[in-house]
């Protein structure tokens, strides 16, 4: 299947609105085109990205990676791959059995899990810490200008102006350097890992303008810049011209290759550097990655400039779209900046051959591994914006860990495939407190594989993806214990709950139902008979667990809802017993699905309860949006958008549509370090407030959060009525074109 995001996909067409239905098409042209960014000075917080979906590109205010001083910490500047991971070495042979620990499993005994009771584990245990670092995503290469054969200097940095045109994927950067003006424009090629950028200068014939291409080794702190300057790795040229170089990199086990071109010339300036130059006034260099010595032929220089462009162009054009135009509440042009920004984000750092990490292609956290229960909120709205492709590559992951996945079911004696929590591209369980006991990943395959067959609704998809969802839904009926309970020992998609004495949270026994009732469908369209087993375990599953007329995060605590409204718990929600704190996931058992025996009106008191005691300081960022489907399933569009701009530390967007990661910290101050600063540290107000600390600088569930609950509430779900049933019916003119109904 082709990397590139412009893979054309049919649109259905469909046209809505809350007020008028209309027939008009959009222009998606100008739709995209009225929320390119435009950055005026360097924002620390908020470098802009180009990529493909298989290469993320992290430029300064230079459209290159010249100044990293001028950004924060958790904001480097990284060229990162899908396909870009290394291990330390292992001199010890640390195996995942060196991980595992003996759990009690009510019913079935002692079972291993990758579980360590802290983090302070790692001291007694080093196995424990190798086997959750390893192996972790690395950076590629640093594109800087450089001048007169050093670093610039950020001193001489005036008159900037970038502006990115989301179009046609092409960043523009204007400022003057010691001055001199300057003028770079940057893409990334669409079908291969390069970058291109043409550079106009005076700088440049003067011979004192060039672009370094650096290529670090691989710190040991890892998150959020893996990269070290200062050794690591060696670098063997293979090929020369006076414009071209070919090299190849070796960092410990791991190897990669890399391919340099100018128009004026490319010679080695260092044991892991070139340096490009250019003629007259002008250098246009291109620097491509590569993962295997069958490397594709290299694109002449300016042919990124067209395809580029032409890639974006059918990316935008195709699929889905929503135009907020004409709408006087005067939230609408922000929502709709934010929906073009996230799809933007998303195609670059979550439309890959992996299932996405949390900061995508932007930089490392967790080391660089994906998390299997974010993966929905990344890319499920892919398919139901009529962009399946995209959602098919990552998908794919699955298909091949099958076999991955069933030895793990049957090291549980459980029958079917067992997905796990935070891993790599190899597929196993990384050592944690919490990430072996978390099941709500579970079902994940089914409706990724349900929304793609929404989308195609044809017999190749069910053919493609039916053992995926035999074997997953196969595990869903066999895990419960007795056909009935989930758990112990498990960890609800609220992450705050002892594992060893959880049973039946509300949201995840009616996903396992749902996915459970989805498979048999899948059966039925295939010609099959349905499976008694599963039909067994269907008739048996536990309820949602209720007291007192609302849903319980989980039957195991029944004082659930009387301890969060108590006096001792307002605000203090980081003490037990309180728990009312991190994700409100009882709500996703109708909004993020359709939970069939979920009780409306039980739910919406749910909710009520939820607005009133909940602790949103300690919420992320997809909770925002997960709320927002539970409202609009609840027949309450106003408090959906609401919720959609609830002013939280997480739900903060950017100029260049991020969302930070922030957490409530009792020892953040009100200023923090920041990166540069001559003679000392550099102190900067802390951009959260006292009190809260920013553990990364974008978090990309958010986005597609965003654009999942968008879709949902402007394209409708199964039983809804009218056009865009989740929006208010004043104040909000809504146009939809391409949207598949939610489930």
Not at 535 to 546: F, S, V
Not at 579 to 597: C, E, K, Q, T, V
């Amino acid at each position: 299947m082709p990397r590139s995001f412009g893979v054309a996909a049919g649109i259905i067409a469909t046209t809505l609105t809350a007020s008028v239905l209309s027939a008009q098409p959009i222009d998606r042209a100008a739709l995209v085109r009225r929320h390119a960014i435009t950055l005026t000075a360097p924002d620390p917080h908020a470098p802009v990205m180009l990529g493909n979906g298989a290469l993320g590109f992290t430029a300064d205010i230079t459209g290159l990676q010249s100044f990293p001083s001028l950004y924060s910490e958790l904001a480097p500047l990284l060229t990162m791959a899908q396909w870009a991971w290394h291990s330390f070495p292992n001199p010890k042979g640390y195996t995942e059995a060196d991980g595992l620990v003996q759990v009690p499993v009510p019913g079935r005994g002692e079972q291993p899990y990758a579980w360590m009771k802290s983090f302070d584990a790692v001291q007694t245990n080093p196995a424990l810490g190798w086997l959750r670092a390893n192996p972790h995503r690395i950076s590629l290469g640093r594109i800087a200008m450089t001048i007169d054969g050093a670093a610039p200097d950020p001193a001489k940095l005036t008159q900037t102006r970038q502006t990115l045109d989301l179009w046609t994927g092409t960043l523009t950067s204007r400022f003057v350097y010691a001055g001199q003006p300057v003028t770079v424009v940057t893409r990334v090629h669409p079908t291969q890992d390069l970058i291109e950028a043409d550079v106009t200068s005076p700088l440049v014939a003067g011979g004192r303008l060039a672009v370094s291409v650096r290529y670090p080794g691989v710190s040991d702190a890892i998150n959020p810049d893996p990269s070290r300057w200062d050794t690591g790795g060696t670098t063997a040229i293979l090929a020369r011209t006076p414009g071209r170089i070919r090299l190849s990199r070796t960092i410990d086990a791991t190897r990669y290759w890399s391919t340099v071109v100018a128009n004026g010339g490319v010679a080695q300036s260092g044991p892991a550097s070139v340096r490009a130059s250019g003629t007259d006034n002008h250098l246009s260099v291109a620097v491509r990655f590569e993962r295997s010595t069958a490397a594709p032929s290299m694109p002449a220089l300016g042919a990124t400039a067209t395809a580029t462009p032409a890639a974006w162009r059918r990316f935008w054009t195709t699929g889905g779209a929503v135009d907020f135009s004409g709408s006087t509440d005067q939230r609408a042009a922000e929502l709709e900046r934010r929906v073009v920004l996230s799809q933007y984000l998303s195609a670059i750092n979550g439309a890959g051959e992996l299932p996405p990490q949390e900061e995508g292609l932007f930089s490392d956290s967790w080391f660089g591994k994906f998390h299997l229960e974010m993966h929905p909120w990344h890319a499920a709205w892919q398919a139901m914006w009529g962009r399946p492709e995209l959602l098919e590559r990552s998908l794919g992951w699955y298909v091949r860990h099958l076999p991955k996945a069933r030895e793990e079911a049957a090291r549980h004696r459980i029958a079917g495939a067992w997905w796990p929590k935070m891993v790599g591209p190899e597929g196993r369980n990384s050592p944690s407190p919490v990430s072996p006991f978390l099941m709500w990943q579970q079902p994940h395959p089914i409706l990724l594989a349900e929304l793609v067959w929404r989308t195609r609704r044809d017999r190749p998809t069910l053919d493609r993806y039916a053992q995926l969802v035999e074997e997953t839904a196969t595990l869903l009926a066999d895990w419960p214990l007795d056909g009935r309970d989930l758990g112990p020992p498990l960890i609800p998609a609220q992450e705050n709950y002892d594992p060893l004495t959880t049973k039946n949270p509300t949201f995840e026994v009616e996903y396992f139902r749902w996915g459970l009732t989805t498979a048999q469908a899948w059966r039925e369209r295939r010609g099959l008979k349905r499976r008694a087993d599963w039909d067994r375990t269907l008739a048996r599953i536990a309820p949602p667990p209720t007291r007192d007329g609302l849903y319980l995060p989980v039957e195991s605590l029944s004082d659930f809802w009387r301890i969060a409204a108590s006096a001792e718990c307002k605000g203090k929600a980081e003490a037990l017993p309180c728990r009312n704190r991190d994700h409100p996931s009882f709500l996703m058992a109708y909004g993020f699905i359709p939970g069939a025996r979920i009780d409306p009106a039980t739910m919406r008191r749910t909710f009520a309860a939820t607005e009133a005691h909940w602790d949103l300081r300690q919420t992320w960022g997809w909770d925002f949006p997960m709320m927002a489907m539970t409202a609009a399933r609840l027949g309450m569009p106003d408090k959906a958008v609401d919720w959609l701009f609830a002013a939280q530390k997480n739900n903060q967007w950017g100029v260049t549509g991020m969302t930070p990661r922030v957490h409530l910290d009792a020892h953040a101050a009100d200023l923090v370090p920041t990166s540069g600063g001559a003679g000392g540290v550099a102190m900067a107000k802390n951009p959260d407030g006292p009190g809260y600390k920013r553990a990364a600088e974008t978090y990309f569930p958010s986005n597609g959060a965003l654009l999942m609950a968008v879709g949902l509430m402007a394209g409708g779900w199964d039983g809804s009525h009218g056009p865009a049933p989740g929006f208010p019916r004043t104040g909000w003119r809504v146009r939809a074109e391409g949207l598949t109904p939610a489930p």
